[in-house]
């Protein structure tokens, strides 16, 4: 009962920020879990990659059960996420939809969010990392031991079952970037909170600020989103935080002019960075990397399974088919381009390396271009894909499903998840802790 009044009150915090709802009636919400159902049905080609067929049915009439009362899109979205963990993949979710319109909506109108960007450790407990948006905080480091009365351990389990993912640590990262959102479609969007931290009590205004999440919705965060910088005379950084960008000719220039100068300054070793990297578009890094570092034919899977949807039917296969095949398109190196890299290559992976930076990763480690650096345990290597987004007729919350599962280009299924060659712990409060540790590594005496 308490837990009921509670998000009651929550809905009720949004405030007017916060636009009202239509409830929507069990007959509509039941209709969204059967268009669920039968979505799945027709675009994933194995959901057992990820969840046994029995459990997926009995999560889904769970969730069936649970709707039998009107109620708003939040509130439903509140049952239907809870499927999110038990799909335990990130191209298998269901979402809020338009979220960065949503955020810059509630931000118009007046509303704010939980003021800091946080760290959500194994163990469930909730620290402060920066200001909201990213800037730094003296709290950098600091617990949170209860938001407006409730223990803060209580908040993090609780909105970590709503959160997608491929495991319990991969969705604690998600989360720990998105606690702020989770936050208010759960709780909702006071004015200000009152934390206790460190046993101290602490009231905090909300914030307005732009959270660091939506950081690569807007095509002037380029220079945040890609960055290059030269570590001494050796050792060159690159930082890719995401495989997308509507101008892709630019992120092209952005690759050639780095290699250029890496070429300038003799460099001998090269760190890519794609921990914060949650994918995109393969061509970004077929196009934008593998020319300057590839030094043979490389593929960025072996054998796949699909299934056949409207608009892919042909000859050979009519849609409903599940194809299971092998990728038979090589990518070729290119041995007279003039700024290929011919160092040691380096690639950071972590908590959010995902999709797309998954693939990338694996063609680096499988085919020998380099090798991966970081923490292990977060997301599988053979990886869903080519995801197909359909929104729910009532709510218009967003369906994710992927069409295809590939494996990796090693065809090895062990171990189950991306694993580094070099295995280095990665400091959440600062970034820059791994990149030192490997450059220790890397200037030590051979």
């Keep these: 009962m308490r837990q009921a009044i509670r998000l009651l009150i929550a809905g009720m915090l949004a405030g007017a920020a916060q636009a009202a709802e239509p409830v929507l009636t069990a007959e509509q919400l039941q209709q969204d879990l059967q268009f669920m159902r039968r979505t799945i049905a027709?675009?994933?080609p194995d959901p057992g990659v990820s969840i046994a067929p029995a459990r997926l049915e009995a999560a889904l009439d769970a969730a069936q059960r649970q709707l039998s009362a009107p109620m708003e899109r939040d509130a439903a979205w509140r049952?239907?996420?809870?499927?999110n963990p038990q799909f335990a993949d990130a191209h298998l979710a269901l979402l809020q939809p338009q979220r960065d319109k949503q955020v810059?909506?509630?931000l118009a109108a007046g509303g704010?969010?939980?003021p800091y960007e946080v760290r959500i450790s194994p163990e469930g407990q909730l620290f402060i990392r920066a200001e909201l948006g990213g800037k730094a905080s003296r709290l950098s480091g600091k617990r949170i031991e209860r938001i407006d009365g409730m223990p803060a351990s209580q908040v993090v389990q609780e909105l970590l079952q709503l959160v997608h993912g491929d495991t319990a640590a991969f969705r604690a990262e998600v989360l720990s970037r998105r606690f702020w959102f989770y936050y208010w479609k759960t709780y909702g969007a006071p004015a200000a909170y009152t934390l206790v931290q460190d046993g101290k009590q602490l009231e905090v205004a909300a914030s307005t600020a732009r959270p660091a999440w939506l950081i690569g919705t807007d095509a002037a965060d380029f220079d945040q989103v890609y960055r290059f910088e030269l570590l001494g005379k050796d050792t060159a950084l690159l930082t890719i935080d995401q495989f997308g960008w509507p101008d892709k000719k630019q992120f092209y220039a952005f690759t050639a002019d780095a290699f250029a100068r890496m070429r300038d300054a003799g460099a001998r070793n090269l760190i890519i960075d794609v921990r914060e990297n949650g994918g995109g578009d393969d061509d970004m890094w077929k196009e934008g990397l593998l020319p300057y570092i590839a030094t043979r034919p490389y593929r960025h899977a072996s054998t796949y399974v699909k299934k056949v949807i409207p608009?892919?039917?042909?000859?050979?296969?009519?849609v409903g088919d599940v194809v299971h095949g092998t990728l038979e398109s090589w990518e070729q190196p290119q041995p007279d381009q003039p700024l290929l890299f011919k160092g040691r290559?380096?690639?950071?992976?972590?908590?959010?390396?995902?999709s797309s930076a998954v693939l990338f990763s694996n063609v680096m480690q499988d085919f020998g271009f380099g090798q991966l650096v970081g923490e292990r345990g977060y997301v599988r290597a053979r990886q869903s894909g080519g995801i197909q987004i359909r929104k729910l007729p009532n709510t218009t919350l967003e369906l994710v499903v992927p069409r295809f599962v590939l494996d990796r280009p090693s065809g090895a299924r062990t171990p189950e998840l991306v694993t580094?060659?070099?295995v280095l712990p990665d400091d959440p409060f600062n970034r820059r802790a791994l990149v030192d540790a490997l450059l220790r590594?890397?200037?030590?005496?051979?």
């Design 42 to 44: 027709e675009i994933h």
């Design 79 to 83: 049952v239907l996420a809870k499927l």
């Design 104 to 106: 810059q909506a509630h």
């Design 112 to 114: 704010a969010f939980f």
């Design 311 to 318: 608009g892919r039917a042909g000859a050979t296969e009519k």
């Design 345 to 354: 290559v380096y690639v950071l992976v972590g908590g959010m390396t995902y």
């Design 420 to 422: 580094p060659d070099i």
């Design 441 to 446: 590594r890397i200037e030590q005496p051979r």
